[in-house]
RNA sequence: GGGCGGUUAGCUCAGUUGGGAGAGCAUCUCGUUUACACCGAGAGGGUCGGGGGUUCGAGCCCCUCACCGCCCA
């Protein structure tokens, strides 16, 4: 005997270990098999699964699920990335809290060897909780971005990229991470509504002749300004166009220029240009020829050594070294002092904050390296719009055009530790000088050359290759950490030259961008895995990652794969607290799925997550809901448990094609109409429509009715009916567990071992197949049965029969087809609907409550129950409501134009619903009469 | 300021070529009939945000307004 419920805590973990033992999770090896593969969106290595982790897995595995019973040959790509702001910041708190030392003090070299050690022990977490969830991924596939293989790929990507001119090195600005001391992408830059001030400065020209008053929500960048512009049709100052300003404290002189930025009804019209510290500024500072004038280092501070670009004269002596909110202050102060504080407005203003640091970002100059994002999205745009890649729903393809067809080369470098190195490796110049006319050549470190290899053996060549264009044949030494230390060693030793590396990292997305090919095996590998399965069947992601990581896959996919990287990719939606809130650790509604695991399962878990994941909206995640799909699974357990009660089995040889009672023809068409619904929903994306056509089989249809309509042929004395309703019942609940099976795995697979003796497990099971069963005869005669019942059972509620009170029905102007199906069904009828006797008669008997089934009335003789005032007030309500719908069909067919222009199928349909109503009309009136002086 | 999405039953949401408004939860009534009270039977509840238009016909298409949310500047 089965248990009285499903025991989650004890079975997921074992189902999970005899599935991942049986190689269930691995691609067949059939090279008939249709491939279909996924790759996972990789977690970081320093993540924890959340509530939208748990959503966008259930999806794939879901459809990996289904796709896998279908006998596809499926790999669903595992692995983490390596996070690097995000896993070094990490690191580096764990060392603070350890009280030792710094990652600057312990050198790179340990401090890398100590992250991989975090790594090792406790990065991935992730991935284990995703099998609480039951994903089906093929772990022994599992990748990591910093894996020696993919750190290949990364290589070769740098410097083919490179070699196309694709990667380049540039100055310019970057949003600067001061706290981090590195450049960050504008993703990962978050604008902020801030309170800030807008003070309003007076700065006089240079001549004597007057001043002019700007407006800056960041004093302290004066000292770095080149120029103030105005607008070249304002009339109000053309006349200063061309004019010198001194600028205040910095003591130097500035232009006044003419550029369409100024806006002349922002504040006086007057704006001034910091081309070093704000990206509007520096396109201006281009097209006027302005300087590039750098106030601050690297930690936003006001210089305090020269950097080579003059901003250091310009800064008083006591500000040198002055923190930026400090230097604000000073010089609010010192403006106020000299008289040129004019105005301070209080203004609201978007300020950037960095979304792992949590401070002010700066734009700041530096040298970083770029790729050509603009060249690499044109092929990445046209694989969208020729429909190579679909993007479902397909509304976000919207957004991704409008982000690629802006796109911003992409900075690629961080100053960090943690990540793939760049393959880059600098050597001193060759100067040619012409002294004393004689030639001489001489070493310059300070604008180097630059050799991009895979290795540093290549790099060695190349750079021999650079030398001896000069006829120089130097001894080429390195690999130095640091440009210093290859001066170093070059001084020490004159006829050789010293080859310093790259410090800088990649960007992590730059190696997350080539993922579905990298975990692959590309370059090397078996050429079968990559062909075979790239490119991926779909991509399944949140829409907050589609600039991130979908657009840079495309680019990257089709540059080196000439294949778009995916055929579909499924945005899916943000998961949010039952109020609609986004969840944050610092509103701390945050739901944590594992806990949900544990209370409910996984199963009941998943299920709430597919069943609410309707394409473009928000899905709200509470208890209660999750509670329903526990239900759900019980509900489920409980109808396998009646069947092994019932003695339901599958016989070997069992055909549901040659089933002959209505019942189980009835049962087996209305699966197979399920799994065409459920096929059509996953095929199409939509996972809640699948989710509801599998649960509205199961509960609705099948325990509610089939196992209710059974209950009398299995304990019925017809051994005959009772054997196949015996192998119907079993096999079609066989098939509810096959369709319920990639959304709640667990629980179907222990039902499926428990009820029968298999011959393989469920997750490797082939997907149901039921073409041919549909059974529209069948389907009508049990609807018919259904609405029979349902109108008894109403009958009696709003009568208030007792409901154990066993009465007649007697069925009045029966047709001869009723009267075959009330026989037909006679049990089943007085069972359900609690009847003692079912009769067929001519004429209604007295103190009846009546309803109307088609052409026959049915009448319970409730002599001395009946409140006849009750009745008649029941029957014309119910006349009402037909009037009510008789007068709109009436109206409608009476309308020309319909009957003229509605296509023929409907307007039949209008009339025959017309005349079904009028006949219900004319009964129930007929009814009424004969309660009337009742 | 630009773009996108949303507004349907008390709550959360479905509603795919325009042709009788649905589900789950909640509420109310009844019920322990040997699968299941994590259950069963039944009921109530919506001028589909407002206005206008196209159409024989609009929750669905078009315009407009209001409110809410997200992304980008």
């Known amino acids: 005997m089965m248990d ?208 002019l008053v700007v407006a800056t929500t960041r004093p302290e960048t004066v000292l770095g300004d080149c120029a103030v512009a105005v607008h070249p049709d304002d009339e109000r100052y053309q006349h200063l166009i061309g004019k010198m300003i001194k600028l205040p404290i910095a003591d130097v002189e500035i232009p006044v220029v003419a550029d369409e930025h100024a806006d002349p009804e922002q504040g006086t019209g007057c704006v001034k240009i910091t081309p070093a510290h704000d990206f509007n500024d520096f396109e201006v500072g281009k097209r006027n020829n302005l300087p590039l004038i750098n106030i601050l280092d690297r930690e936003a501070r006001l210089l305090s050594e020269d950097d080579g670009m003059g901003g250091l004269a310009r800064i008083p002596a006591e500000w040198r070294g002055m923190d930026r909110f400090e230097a604000r202050k000073a010089l609010v102060a010192k403006m106020e002092e000299l008289g040129f504080l004019r105005e301070v407005e209080d203004k609201t203003i978007q300020q950037p904050y960095g979304d792992r640091s949590g401070v002010v970002i700066e734009p700041w100059l530096t040298d970083q390296w770029y790729v050509n994002a603009g060249e690499l999205a044109k092929e990445a745009i046209a694989a969208v719009e020729d429909g190579r890649t679909t993007f479902h729903p397909k509304t976000w393809e919207k957004t991704y055009f409008e982000w690629m067809r802006n796109i911003q080369p992409w900075c690629v470098s961080r100053q960090l530790w943690w990540g793939h190195r760049i393959p880059a490796w600098y050597g ?94 590309w370059p090397d590998d078996t050429p079968e895995v990559v062909e075979k399965f790239y490119p991926t069947s779909v991509l399944i992601t949140a829409f907050d990652i589609i600039f991130f990581w979908v657009a840079r896959m495309m680019m990257q996919g089709l540059h080196f794969m000439k294949e778009a990287p995916f055929k579909d990719v499924y945005i899916h939606a943000l998961v949010r607290d039952e109020k609609g809130q986004k969840m944050s650790k610092s509103k701390g509604n945050v739901i944590d799925p594992l806990e949900l695991i544990d209370e409910y399962g996984a199963d009941a878990v998943r299920f709430t997550l597919a069943a609410q994941a309707g394409q473009g909206r928000d899905i709200r995640m509470s208890k209660e809901r999750v509670e329903g799909y526990r239900n759900f699974g019980t509900k489920l357990w409980n109808a396998a448990r009646f069947c092994e009660m019932n003695e339901c089995v599958t016989p070997p040889d069992f055909d549901p094609k040659s089933v002959t009672n209505t019942v189980n023809k009835w049962i087996l068409s209305e699966a197979a109409a399920t799994v065409k619904a459920i096929n059509a929903g996953l095929d199409g994306f939509r996972f809640n429509d699948a989710a509801a056509a599998a649960y509205r089989f199961t509960w609705n249809v099948f325990c509610d009715w089939h196992l209710e309509l059974a209950k009398p042929l299995l304990q019925g004395e017809d051994e005959a009916a009772k054997a196949e309703t015996r192998a119907t019942t079993a096999y079609v609940l066989d098939q509810a567990l096959k369709m319920l099976h990639p959304f709640m795995p667990f629980v179907t697979e222990e039902l499926w071992q428990q009820t029968g003796q298999r011959d393989t497990q469920l997750i490797t099971a082939s997907w149901p197949q039921l073409d041919g069963l549909e059974n529209a005869d069948a389907t009508a005669e049990m609807g018919w049965l259904i609405e029979l019942i349902t109108d008894i059972r109403r009958l009696r509620s709003e009568m208030n029969v007792p409901a154990g009170a066993q009465i007649p029905l007697i069925a009045v102007g029966a047709s001869a087809e009723t009267a075959a199906r009330l026989e037909r069904h006679q049990a089943l009828i007085q069972r359900m609907a609690r009847l003692a006797d079912i009769g067929v008669s001519d004429t209604v008997p007295p103190a009846s409550a009546q309803t109307v089934l088609g052409e026959a009335t049915l009448a319970l003789p409730l002599e001395g129950v009946i409140d006849f005032a009750a009745e008649r007030a029941r029957i014309e309500k119910e006349l009402s409501k037909l009037d009510g719908e008789i007068m709109r069909l009436e109206k409608k067919l009476g309308n020309e134009k319909f009957v003229a222009n509605a296509p023929e199928a409907v307007v039949a349909e209008q009339r025959e619903k017309l005349d079904d109503y009028k006949n219900q009309k004319t009964k129930m009136g007929e009814a009424l009469e004969r309660l009337q002086g009742m």
């Open 4 to 211: 009285k419920t499903f025991n989650p805590q004890d079975a997921e973990t074992r189902i999970y270990e005899a599935w991942e033992q049986a190689g269930a999770f691995q691609p067949i090896d059939d090279d008939n098999a249709e491939a279909f593969s996924i790759v996972i969106p990789p977690p970081n290595v320093t993540g924890r699964l959340h509530i939208g982790h748990a959503l966008n897995n259930t999806l794939q595995d879901t459809l990996v699920r289904y796709k896998r019973m279908l006998g596809c040959s499926v790999l669903w790509q595992p692995g983490t990335d390596h996070a690097g702001i995000a896993t070094q910041m990490v690191v580096e708190r764990q060392l603070s809290q350890e009280g030792n030392i710094s990652r600057r003090d312990m050198g790179r070299d340990a401090f890398i060897e100590r992250v991989w050690k975090w790594k090792e022990e406790s990065g991935g977490a992730i991935l284990q909780q995703l099998r609480r969830l039951g994903a089906s991924c093929d772990w022994s596939r599992e990748r990591f971005t910093l894996d020696e293989g993919l750190s290949k790929a990364v290589l070769k990507v740098f410097v083919e990229l490179h070699e196309q001119g694709l990667i380049y090195r540039d100055k310019r600005l970057v949003n600067w991470d001061p706290h981090f001391q590195t450049a960050i992408s504008d993703l990962e830059v978050e604008n902020k509504e801030t309170q800030g001030h807008f003070w309003h400065f007076a700065y006089p020209l240079a001549d004597g002749s007057g001043e």
């Open 428 to 521: 001193p110049s060759y100067q040619v000088e012409e002294r004393d006319g004689e030639r001489h050549l001489a070493l310059d470190h300070s604008s180097p050359q630059t050799f991009v290899a895979e290795s540093f053996e290549d790099a060695e060549t190349k750079a021999r290759a650079y030398y001896r264009e000069f006829g120089l044949e130097p001894e080429v030494v390195g690999e130095f950490e640091t440009a210093r230390e290859a001066e170093e060693a070059n001084s020490a030793a004159p006829r050789a030259v010293a080859l310093w590396r790259d410090e800088d990292v990649l960007d992590t997305w730059f190696s997350s961008a080539l993922w579905p090919f990298s975990t692959l095996g």
